[in-house]
Nanobody, 131 residues
């Protein structure tokens, strides 16, 4: 599968943005699609993930009251709605997909919060929030 993100940009603090992650080559069926971000000089960190079939979502504590993720089956696309953006949200945002997460053991949610769980990655899209 190839993943393509879009929707990044430059906004002021308090604004909203919606990122999209579209898949080509296969559908998102039976997958989990995660969002990660990497700020300058920092390691990539988990933001959110959605289990495609069930729609269950999980969020990092830093965004859970401001961000939402959803999917559109017809468009084979996952969205990250980001509200009340802060300067500290500035980063390159990546979407990633795993189609094998149900085969693993242990704590599934913990695994889905780890980038090691994901096999397919998009190229990233820049989000810049000015103060």
């Amino acid at each position: 599968a190839q993943l393509v993100e879009s929707g990044g940009g430059l906004v002021q603090a308090g604004a909203s943005l919606r990122l999209s992650c579209a898949a080509s080559g296969r559908t998102f069926d039976n997958s989990a699609v995660g969002w990660f971000r990497q700020a300058p000089g920092k390691e990539r960190e988990f933001v959110a993930t959605i289990r495609w079939n069930s729609g269950e979502t999980y969020f990092a504590d830093s965004v859970k009251d401001r961000f939402a993720t959803s999917r559109d089956n017809a468009k084979n696309t996952v969205y990250l709605q980001m509200n009340s953006l802060k300067p500290e949200d500035t980063a390159v945002y990546y979407c990633a997909a795993t189609f094998t997460y149900l085969l693993g053991g242990g704590d599934m949610v913990a695994r889905l919060m780890s980038e090691e769980e994901y096999d397919f990655w998009g190229q990233g899209t820049q989000v810049t929030v000015s103060s």
